[in-house]
């Protein structure tokens, strides 16, 4: 009869200390990755993607950068012609 109470323990090495993820709670501000300003988190749009819950720019930046991102569309439109499609082409007659 085989006696093992505790022979096969999967100990998981613990050696991996928590990984950074979590943001302290005391964090309030943000620093902005275009104008690298530090500002208050109410300062960013939301985006629970994030792990702040906050884009990673603020407002004014993210205002900035659609209006661009508008121009550019509004461009790319403009540019954009529809391909005139040609019509059947005529069979050639004798
Ligand atoms: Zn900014």
Redesign the pocket.
């Given at each position: 009869m085989a006696n093992r109470k505790k022979a096969t323990t999967k100990k998981k090495a613990s050696k991996k200390t928590a990984s950074k993820k979590v943001p302290p709670k005391s964090v309030k501000s943000k620093k902005?990755?275009?104008?690298?300003?530090r500002?208050p988190l109410d300062s960013f749009g939301k985006n629970s993607r994030m792990k702040l819950g906050r884009k990673s720019?603020?407002?004014?930046?993210?205002r900035e950068l659609q209006r661009e991102w508008n121009k550019e569309q509004r461009v790319a439109t403009k540019s954009k012609k529809a391909p005139a499609r040609k019509s059947k082409s005529k069979a050639k007659r004798r």
């Open positions: 902005c990755a275009r104008c690298l300003d500002k720019y603020c407002r004014d930046c993210s």
